[in-house]
């Protein structure tokens, strides 16, 4: 059981770890060897660091805290997504998505541990909030996964899920990752996640000083070196921290809008009660795009709710004079859903009319629908989780060592022969 009074290792740059080795006695230098071994290696127990002595690792993990998240469950879509299950030292949990695509790999993260918004369309919201999470826990996300994609492995997805007949095709996700290794920005660092989004379970906005910090840490040379351009948060319209997102972080900024007027968005997004429409778009209009930015308009489409030609003329209205990208979301039902995706010739009409106003404008496409691992589907509860996908087989994987097992459901969402 870990030490939660301790510092996670994950919290810390090369500077802070350099004080905090200090404090305790340690040479400021090893935090730079600590580091690179947990980000350049992918190896986060000091016990298995090769220059750092046995005696110096038990010194380490008795004031700082080693511990990575616990995989709880592993998920393959057919289209090559994969959810994580991460359980929590509190025994909470959360999940975590990896999205691939031909020319990069988004990883899609939780700030917190279910939701207060309770927005109608969104199954996080059924669950209702736990508790935020710590700046370590967002990036144990991003670390366990890259580990788990295979980052710091000779092969570029090492799932370790070598099953005969499983059915899983995964050669053409072999080769995409293979090719999505890039140099990171400001360091020469290869990332089979090239992109982060903060669109997991929860509101980053009201989770804002840990977020703050992860995203602080992400973006540091010493750890995973990403750049401003590779992140995204978004937000439903918590209005008094969306500043901070450009005068702190420079990251990318989206905003769930849903609808475009007042009445709709509130049906759908309580939120609109505390902050509507006109606050949030006054908040918008003063926030500062770096150059060649834009702000991301999320926009599910709802049948016969916020669907119809006049509301998308009512949409451009609302963002005119703003750089803007719209990303359209068919709805994806989850078990319990109130409302219905629209149809296809809605959603193209939709989209078109945009288009026409001269706004880039994308149909974004469902991914990991049949693992319930699309936008607005997660939902961290195991046993919930457990009752998914259960017509196709589940395999039981084992890790650790023989005195502490620990047991991975690994499903695959596809036949076996």
Not at 225 to 232: E, L, Q
Not at 242 to 250: D, F
Request: proline fraction near 4%.
């Amino acid at each position: 059981m870990e030490n939660t009074t301790q510092t996670h290792i994950l919290s810390f740059t090369v500077n802070s770890l350099k004080q905090k080795l200090k404090d305790i006695g340690m040479p400021s230098f090893r935090a730079g060897q600590i580091l690179g071994w947990i980000y350049d290696k992918g190896i986060i127990n000091p016990s298995e660091m090769k220059n750092i002595s046995q005696k110096d690792a038990e010194k380490l993990k008795q004031h700082i805290n080693f511990e990575p998240l616990t995989m709880v469950t592993e998920q393959l879509a057919k289209d090559g997504t994969v959810k994580w299950l991460f359980k929590l030292h509190d025994g909470h949990d959360i999940e975590t998505v990896f999205i691939p695509e031909p020319n990069r790999g988004t990883l899609c993260v939780s700030s917190q541990v279910g939701c207060t918004l309770n927005c109608r369309f969104c199954h996080t919201g059924t669950q209702g909030l736990a508790r935020n999470l710590t700046a370590d826990e967002i990036v144990g996300q991003v670390w366990m996964a890259a580990k788990r994609l295979g980052q710091w492995s000779d092969q570029p997805f090492n799932l370790k899920l070598h099953v005969e007949k499983s059915g899983f095709d995964d050669q053409w996700m072999l080769d995409m990752l293979a090719n999505q290794k890039e140099k990171g920005e400001g360091v020469e660092r290869a990332r089979i996640i090239s992109n982060i989004v903060f669109m997991g379970m929860g509101e980053p906005l009201f989770n804002w000083p840990n977020v703050e910090k992860a995203n602080d840490t992400l973006m540091h040379d010493s750890t995973f070196g990403y750049g401003s351009r590779k992140i995204t948060i978004s937000t439903s319209g918590m209005v008094d921290n969306i500043g901070n997102i450009a005068s702190s972080l420079g990251v990318n900024l989206a905003i769930s809008i849903h609808a475009p007027d007042n009445e709709t968005r509130t049906k759908i997004m309580p939120i609109n009660k505390k902050w509507d429409i006109d606050e949030l778009m006054a908040a918008l209009r003063a926030f500062p795009l770096k150059e060649r930015r834009r702000i991301t308009w999320e926009y599910v489409m709802l049948k016969d709710v916020n669907d119809s030609v006049k509301h998308a003329k009512m949409l451009l209205k609302l963002i005119e004079g703003i750089p803007s990208f719209v990303n359209i979301i068919p709805f994806n039902e989850w078990p319990g859903s109130p409302f219905k995706r629209s149809d296809s010739a809605t959603i193209e009409t939709f989209k078109n009319t945009i288009a026409k106003a001269g706004i880039d404008v994308n149909v974004r496409r469902s991914r990991g629908s049949d693992i319930l691992a699309a936008c607005g589907q997660l939902r961290g509860e195991t046993s919930k989780f457990n009752s998914i996908s259960t017509e196709f087989p589940t395999v039981v994987m084992q890790y650790g060592t023989d005195s502490q097992k620990q047991k991975i459901s690994v499903q695959f969402t596809g036949d076996v022969a």
